[in-house]
């Protein structure tokens, strides 16, 4: 409590104490540690950008080399690995460039025919990690050598959208993104491209 004097109309050399609360900080003060207190070998080569992501329990890696490779998160323990492509695992590069998961599936951007830009996108059962669909995204709309976006019931994949419950594929004229951002109150942020310019949209999602 914090007592403040304000004037009043009381005989000269008197003030009238108001008492008022303090408010409280909401920030916490740690204490914090950055010491990094695992590391975990992975079964193949991953590099920046081949999608990181967590599911309940799960860690789940994307790599160079067209694997998915699923550990557990207290242990390290490596679950599974899972072969989007035929010869995945091997030496051809078969880059993963993003995972993104929709509390059900978990979707994988990758590429088997030009190492530096993405043609296929999986869609994968989180439970049980087997390959459910795949689409073949080598002539959608835009350019897709980048990430993908997530807002409930929709990823987002360049030019296309796709609903995640029914997995129908929607052409929207939007701009590409480098990358996405739901902020979970009805806007998709992207910083990308639109037609020749560089800029920063948000967008309604409905």
């Known amino acids: 409590v914090i007592g403040t ?9 008197q003030i009238e104490v108001t008492a008022t609360t303090a408010t409280e900080s909401t920030v916490t003060t740690g204490p914090y540690s950055l010491a990094i ?5 992975l079964p193949h080569i991953s590099g920046w950008g081949n999608g990181l992501i967590t599911t309940p329990g799960k860690i789940w890696v994307g790599t160079a080399n067209g694997m998915v490779d699923v ?6 323990k ?7 492509f035929d010869g995945s695992g091997g030496i051809t590069p078969q880059v993963v460039f993003d995972l993104k998961f929709d509390g059900q599936h ?4 990758a590429a088997a025919k030009k190492e530096y830009k993405p043609d296929t996108l999986f869609v994968i059962d989180e439970a049980s990690g087997t390959v459910l669909r795949q689409f073949d995204a080598s002539e959608w709309e835009g350019e897709l050598d980048q990430k993908l976006g997530f807002s409930p019931g929709r990823i987002w994949a360049s030019h296309q959208t796709i609903d995640t419950r029914t997995f129908e594929v929607k052409y929207d004229s939007v701009p ?6 739901y902020d979970g109150k009805g806007w998709m942020w992207i910083t990308g491209n639109w037609y020749v310019s560089d800029c920063n949209p948000v967008l309604s999602v409905t």
Not at 5 to 13: E, F, I, K, L, N
């Open 78 to 84: 490596v679950l599974q690995s899972i072969a989007l």
């Open 106 to 109: 978990v979707w994988a951007l």
């Open 71 to 76: 550990l557990d998160a207290k242990s390290g």
């Open 37 to 41: 207190s695992d590391r975990y070998p």
């Open 5 to 13: 004097a304000t004037a009043t109309d009381s005989p000269v050399g």
């Open 176 to 181: 590409w993104g480098d990358a996405y951002a």
